[in-house]
């Protein structure tokens, strides 16, 4: 009998239908190899890494202005919105306030970064200037950084990546288009086909992760030997750390404040957190999300509005990962940053954080806009991409978890008499989803 020349192919076949995921894993491992046993080597590789976060921050500023005018003008007159709207916004930016400042704290706490010990020739942003310089820069009085937020030209603050300017600039366009109405339809109906290409344009971009990943841990590893590494274990460790602290100290409290089953609710949502975790991505949990906490008692009209909202305004997880990575990068540079400084910084990211939940690598493309707005080395972000993936199944899930609760905060916010299910058996609209609605998407794409 004749060998199945197929089965002969499968072991190659599998091995190219790799995952992203595996792939930035296999790139990250061939970097250490390469970086520890010709050191020299992969020093030379940093340009090729420099040059995907080049590429990288081309992007910023057509996607967070076409993601920014989407998700403001998109949700319609406020006045429609009305108090559930307001109720949940204030909620979202409670929740990720405690979410960034506990990132914060713990970035301050075990200090991941100090010990890799970045030299300024790897991290100069601007020729011919140091670290030094660079700090001295950022040494801005209130009122001077007050207005820097307003920009004289959009078209020069995109060209410079100054994510703060765009951020104020858009959200001012945005309400116009809200003022405007409907002869503004033309202008949403661009903006909305404008984030399509842009996500396109990032999957694309996407395809060079791993090489530049290998690149850059070549060099890092290559220049500062095997210590690097133990920094992105601590890390690692780190954030899972502070996310158990914001689930235990922040969410757990609120269930019980809310008098929400916690045993039942755990119960509701377990599987939309296990696709979240598996699969690195919010959106694929949402159809599972919705119907577990409608099954659990808040009305259908709270889950449809607080639930897709808070995918664009309430990413615990990720706040919480972009404000410990950002001074991860600044320990490892050894660039002193202001508590006023932080502050800022932790303002630029909660704002910026908003809009982006369906963009492959949102994190990656928010972190590097904020590095870049604030002087910080942007080449540090290719570092922390080695173990992005580690960390977003845990922010993801973390997402998922915040935002089905979230439903439930302004449900009992509305009505105060509301009693939780405690029947969690199926429901019609589950019996009715249609299979593909929860089918898991590419896991490349990163909220």
């Not at 020349?5 to 599998?14: A, C, D, I, L």
């Not at 303002?347 to 954080?353: A, F, K, P, R, V």
Request: glycine share 8%; net charge neutral; with cysteine.
């Amino acid at each position: 009998m004749k060998p199945d020349p197929s089965k002969k192919s499968e072991p190659g076949k599998k091995f190219l239908s790799l995952s992203m995921t595996a792939w930035i894993f296999i790139a990250m491992i061939a970097g250490v190899i390469i970086g520890h046993f010709f050191p020299a080597f992969g020093v030379a590789l940093r340009p090729y890494g420099r040059m995907f976060v080049t590429m990288i921050k081309g992007i910023i500023a057509p996607l967070v202005f076409a993601t920014l005018v989407v998700g403001i003008s998109g949700a319609g007159d406020m006045k429609t919105v009305g108090r559930i709207g307001l109720k949940s916004i204030i909620y979202f930016e409670i929740a990720t306030t405690f979410a960034l400042f506990i990132g914060l704290g713990a970035a301050h706490i075990i200090e991941p970064g100090n010990g890799i010990n970045l030299s300024s020739g790897t991290v100069t942003q601007v020729p011919g200037m140091t670290l030094q310089d660079l700090s001295s820069m950022k040494q801005q009085s209130l009122g001077e950084t007050i207005q820097h937020l307003f920009t004289p030209s959009i078209v020069e603050s995109m060209a410079k990546g100054d994510i703060l300017q765009i951020v104020v600039f858009t959200t001012i366009f945005s309400l116009g288009v809200i003022a405007v109405g409907k002869k503004a339809k033309p202008i949403l109906d661009l903006c909305e086909a404008l984030s399509e290409v842009m996500f396109k344009f990032t999957a694309y971009i996407m395809l060079f992760a791993p090489f530049g990943v290998g690149c850059a841990i070549a060099a890092a590893v290559g220049e500062h030997g095997l210590q690097v590494l133990i920094n992105l274990g601590k890390l690692i460790l780190t954030f899972y750390g502070s996310l158990i602290v914001f689930l235990l100290c922040i969410l757990f409290p609120v269930t019980l404040i809310i008098k929400l089953p916690v045993k039942k609710f755990i119960e509701a949502i377990k599987e939309p957190v296990i696709i979240a975790f598996s699969t690195t991505s919010s959106e694929a949990a949402l159809p599972k999300a919705m119907i577990a906490m409608e099954k659990i008692g808040v009305p259908k009209s709270i889950v449809g509005f607080v639930i897709p909202t808070g995918y664009s305004f309430n990413l615990d997880g990720t706040t919480m990962y972009l404000s410990l990575a950002s001074l991860f990068i600044a320990q490892a540079a050894g660039i002193h940053m202001t508590f006023t400084q932080q502050i800022v910084m932790m303002l630029t990211l909660m704002i910026t954080s908003k809009g982006v939940a369906g963009v492959p690598r949102a994190s990656l493309v928010i972190l590097t806009a904020t590095l870049s707005s604030f002087h910080l080395p942007v080449e540090g972000v290719l570092v922390i991409l080695g173990v992005d993936e580690i960390m977003d199944m845990a922010r993801t899930s973390v997402n998922v978890i915040g935002n089905c609760l979230a439903s439930a905060v302004v449900a009992r916010w509305e009505n105060p008499e509301l009693i939780f299910n405690n029947d969690l058996s199926s429901t019609e609209d589950e019996a009715n989803m249609p299979e593909q609605s929860i089918a898991s998407p590419s896991s490349d794409c990163i909220t």
